[in-house]
């Protein structure tokens, strides 16, 4: 792979991930930056310089009856972003926001979960990430284009694997320690619902799902951050009947 990097195959490869090349061709161009970005650092690195990450952006964009162009995309953005010491992660996640990868990314989190529900977790962990970088990429996530698909995961804990619910549900508890506007967002996105919803599953649809005690624990401090200042989202919290699991937490001692 080093030798066909310096031999400058890669900016004669990217092209053919582009939509308009027969999808055959696309798997081929797919599978050879899959393996740029996970054969060493030197090839990844050398990937990246060839400004590689808008054609992991463009592998997202796939038939829906083909998930193998995604899967590789998922792979290769996580090894990217894995590249610790050699690249600011804040300024690639930057990069990727910019070249619109979020509602993509989620569109294929949602395709993907019933058949590749690995992948499907790997793309939480990609929005994890993203969600622990600056304001600039916090806020492209707190958007209608985004944040919908993000809720409807948490929405739906039995249908999503535990760690990718937990995975999100940490991404929303970041969003709540930035700006003023995300938690805005998310009330309008109907955050305060949805993790009161978490609160109350009963006590055997909890122990169904092997990270609950955690999840839990995010819930209650997510909602802490959404409350504390906002007597309208208090009074939301409170509708949609907030304190009967909360009285019950004080009573367990849970932490």
């Not at 890669?10 to 797919?30: C, D, G, N, S």
């Not at 989620?106 to 977790?121: C, F, Q, V, Y």
Request: glycine share 4%; net charge neutral.
């Amino acid at each position: 792979c080093e030798t066909a990097c310096l031999l400058g195959c890669i900016p004669a490869v990217l092209p053919f991930v582009e939509t308009h090349y027969p999808q055959p061709t696309r798997l081929e161009a797919a599978r050879f930056t899959h393996r740029l970005c996970t054969r060493s650092v030197l090839t990844l690195q050398m990937f990246v310089a060839c400004y590689g990450l808008p054609a992991l952006v463009r592998l997202l964009l796939s038939p829906a009856e083909s998930h193998e162009l995604v899967l590789f995309s998922i792979d290769a953005m996580k090894s990217v972003l894995d590249m610790k010491g050699h690249s600011p992660r804040n300024d690639l996640c930057r990069t990727f926001v910019e070249l619109g990868v979020l509602e993509l990314l989620m569109h294929a989190l949602h395709e993907i979960n019933a058949k590749h529900p690995g992948h499907a977790e790997r793309a939480s962990e990609i929005f994890l990430l993203f969600s622990c970088a600056d304001t600039v990429v916090k806020a492209q996530i707190a958007t209608r284009l985004v944040l919908p698909g993000l809720i409807r995961v948490v929405e739906r804990p039995h249908e999503f694997g535990p760690e990718v619910v937990l995975k999100l549900l940490r991404c929303i508890k970041h969003l709540c320690m930035g700006d003023a506007s995300h938690m805005e967002a998310l009330q309008r996105a109907k955050a305060v619902p949805t993790l009161v919803a978490m609160l109350k599953l009963t006590q055997a649809q909890a122990h169904a799902m092997s990270s609950w005690a955690e999840m839990r624990n995010v819930c209650v401090n997510a909602l802490y951050l959404l409350c504390k200042i906002s007597r309208s989202r208090q009074e939301e919290a409170a509708i949609n009947g907030v304190l009967p699991p909360l009285q019950a937490l004080i009573e367990q001692g849970s932490p």
